[in-house]
């Protein structure tokens, strides 16, 4: 396309009294040959934003570069169909006029420094512009039906959820009949106001009115063999009764549940050793049967203790919380009174977690005389002769052993995502970290885990979810609930972390919506979180390419899969369009139309480099879009001050830097360059998963480039920023230019 250029710089909000706007202007006339350059002081209003049409329908502009606010605001009022024209934004009030303090040599109206930054800014967004084609978004024959995955009070509420927003479902369960493990509940703790009464299950309800909603196509005694394709374009094949059936599907939610903590790893606690220690599975199931009463002879149970955190909470089992596993015993400590009210009851806990207004329930069962309830270290379980069985306990809250001697113990175990739909494999975590799964490796000893056959996804990285800790499938766990690591399949409700029936219910619906917005996202070729609406996706020039496989291998979502010869084939409607797979190609094969190697190059390349007796450095900032340069807008929102020296340029992902920047930017004089991304490690924080991570790993081999060019590693520096971490930028910067003052200005400058 043959571009015509319309530069656009606004002197509102204080821009004009720092920066010299008709010097901008040159730029962009001057340098860059710009034919229609103007200038306004209030862009973002309606008289400016309608000159900026009127040029694009009357003088044909199709290439428009604004200098005003920060492009992460007033997104609605700079609107411009991609398809059609290239636009950016440069940002010359957060991050030049509003974090830069002017110093204007005596006699001059402006500082010097601060108007170099703005015309270098100016110059990059130029040049980046220069360098972008409008979108041709992905096109193909979408189907906007859900697939949900598990026939619990999760899926059908995901089920119904969808079907009442419009959308046609596919409902897929292993087992014969709906309900999943509701059906083995005798009663829930209460979760309507005031909180205090048990109330019964209810679903049987959900699962009427599923049966009976047309939209919702339900397989039950079923399995996933295989799924292929991508978002929008699924293709399902669900084994039923020794037939496959194949599905369209657009948008997936797994809602598969959960399995129980393995009891028989509980030995200590005396499960195994005694048929009178139960799970708090097996009290539900007496509770349902109308007798609570003691396994190894019938008897009416008399006294019943409650273990809770039994396996979690525990670096040897679950080291995580279950959260349900409290109000679970206490909704059994009420079966037990209401069964027999001589009974007694006594529970152990560690801590008593009951959240929101399960707090009235709380104290409902402290209200009851015949339960004890205390905060102690269960030390040992031991069988009494008589059958009873003796519980030792170190009473933190009283601060000496107790013994209490019960009918029956309950064990509180806690919840294990359940990944499994078909046939059960049962795997160490040895195992495991052998296959360098990130599930439970800190665990000590082995655990039994059910392990993922659920979706068997035709994906080159394999066929589950990747799992955060634990093995829950989320993707990331701060900004994106539901999201997992392969785009359009969602996760709800206790595979995704633990929860109650109520939480799940929500969970649910959450991610019905998000299934939703994924089909509607991709019918119209846009991308989802964290990137939504990007309608840019990867071309691959493959004449270049060396089967390398590092772009089918580091993409965070699966975006790639492969042929025969080890030849990248894209899905574009799984891409998130984080860019990692084009900072880790050597050939620099892969380019977006709006994001290239080359045009980052040609940014670099624009900023005007001081000769060396000037005594002006020049460092570059690549800052990542989700964290980062959010970060430093803050600053200057606050405004807080940082060196003028610095030229920014934002990336979608730190992952996605090129090490031919690197060379590109010290060959052309800048002294240093400094990287900031998001937190990555263990309760990491990259919006792309592991992108940050990745450039971490990849900047350990800058050192090959810089020897070749003859130059110090220190004028490379990464650092991982969150977006609360904006006050630490300015001195990161000065930190980083007092370094870069140490080792000297850039011998190539001025070459």
């Known amino acids: 396309m043959e571009k015509r250029f319309g530069v656009y710089i606004c002197t509102g909000c204080g821009i004009g009294d720092v920066i010299d706007a008709e010097k901008l202007s040159q730029v962009a006339t001057g340098e860059f040959k710009v034919p229609i350059c103007r200038t306004h002081s209030f862009y973002c209003s309606q008289e400016g934003i309608d000159q900026i049409r009127k040029d694009i329908s009357e003088e044909g502009v199709n290439a428009v570069v604004i200098a005003a606010c920060s492009p992460r605001v007033n997104n609605q009022v700079f609107s411009f169909d991609p398809t059609k024209m290239v636009f950016d934004r440069v940002n010359l009030r957060e991050q030049v006029a509003w974090s830069h303090e002017p110093k204007p040599a005596e006699g001059e109206k402006f500082d010097e420094d601060i108007q170099m930054l703005a015309q270098d800014q100016v110059r990059m967004g130029i040049a980046k512009a220069q360098n972008m084609d409008p979108l041709e978004p992905f096109e193909g024959e979408i189907s906007k039906r859900i697939l949900v995955v598990g026939g619990g009070v999760t899926g059908m509420t995901s089920a119904l959820e969808a079907a009442k927003a419009g959308y046609e479902v596919v409902l897929v369960e292993r087992e014969p009949s709906l309900g999943g493990f509701a059906t083995k509940l ?21 699962i009427r009115a599923v049966e009976e909603e047309s939209t919702v196509k339900v397989y039950t005694s079923a399995s996933i063999e295989k799924i292929s394709g991508a978002p929008g374009m699924f293709d399902v094949s669900i084994r039923q009764n020794g037939n496959v059936t194949e599905e369209r599907i657009g948008a997936v939610v797994l809602a598969s549940g959960f399995e129980p903590y393995d009891a028989t790893n509980l030995d200590h606690l005396g499960f195994g050793k005694s048929a009178n220690v139960i799970t708090s599975v097996t009290m539900e199931e007496m509770a349902a049967r109308g007798s609570i009463s003691r396994p190894s002879d019938g008897k009416t149970a008399e006294s019943v203790a409650f273990i809770q955190c039994a396996g979690s909470r525990d670096p040897d089992h679950l080291p995580y919380c279950s959260t349900v596993c409290c109000m679970t015993s206490l909704k059994q400590a009420m079966y037990v009174r209401e069964k027999n009210p001589d009974a007694k009851v006594y529970v152990f806990y560690k801590d008593i977690r009951t959240p929101g207004q399960y707090e009235n ?10 339960v004890f309830l205390t905060k102690g270290e269960v030390s040992s379980v031991s069988e009494n002769g008589d059958g009873s069985v003796i519980i030792e306990v170190d009473d933190t809250l009283l601060g000496e052993k107790i013994s209490v001697k019960a009918d029956l113990v309950v064990l509180a175990t806690g919840m294990v995502p359940r990944t499994a739909l078909g046939e059960e494999e049962v795997v160490t975590v ?10 439970a490796s800190q665990l000590l000893t082995p655990l039994k885990i059910i392990k993922s056959n659920t979706l068997n996804l035709d994906y080159r990285q394999g066929p589950e979810l990747p799992d955060l ?75 270049r390419c060396t089967q390398c496989k590092r772009c089918t291998e580091e993409c965070p979502f699966g975006m790639y899969n492969e ?189």
């Open 186 to 206: 005798f009663k829930q703790y209460p979760n309507t106001p005031p909180y205090r009464e048990l109330a019964c299950t209810d679903y049987e309800s959900q």
């Open 361 to 370: 329930f709380y104290r409902r069962v402290q209200e009851d005389e015949g």
């Open 430 to 439: 040895e195992e495991e970290d052998e296959k360098k799964k990130d599930i």
């Open 469 to 543: 800790k634990y093995g829950f499938p989320d993707s990331h766990f701060i900004c994106f609930p539901y999201e997992t690591r392969r785009t359009g399949i969602y996760a709800a409700g206790p595979v995704r972390q633990p929860m109650d029936m109520a939480f799940s219910m929500e969970d649910a619906r959450g991610a019905a919506l998000k299934a939703i917005q994924s089909v509607e996202m991709v019918s119209v070729g846009g991308a989802v979180h964290p990137r939504s609406g990007d309608m840019s996706y990867p071309d691959l020039y493959m004449h």
């Open 563 to 751: 042929d025969e010869k080890f030849n990248p084939l894209p899905n574009p409607t799984r891409c998130r369009r984080c860019a990692i797979c084009m900072g880790s190609c050597p050939e620099r094969i892969i380019s977006f139309k709006d994001y290239t190697v080359g045009m980052i190059s040609s940014m670099i390349k624009a900023v005007e480099v001081p000769e060396e007796e000037e005594e002006k450095p020049r460092i570059l900032l690549l800052a990542c879009e989700n964290d980062a340069y959010p970060a430093l807008d803050m600053v200057g929102l606050r405004r807080g001050r940082y060196n003028a020296y610095v030229r920014i340029i934002p990336l979608r992902c730190i992952g996605s830097v090129n090490l031919v920047w690197i060379a590109d930017l010290l060959a052309k004089g800048l002294d240093g360059v400094l990287l900031l991304g998001c937190k990555h490690g263990e309760d990491y924080q990259c919006h792309f998963i592991n992108g940050s991570e990745l450039a971490n790993y990849r900047m350990t081999k800058i050192q090959e480039t810089l020897d070749r060019l003859v130059l110090e590693s220190d004028r490379v520096r990464i650092e991982q920023i969150e977006i609360s971490d904006y006050d630490r930028i300015p001195t990161i910067i000065d930190e980083f230019l007092e370094t870069i003052e140490k080792v000297g200005p850039n011998p190539y400058k001025g070459l």
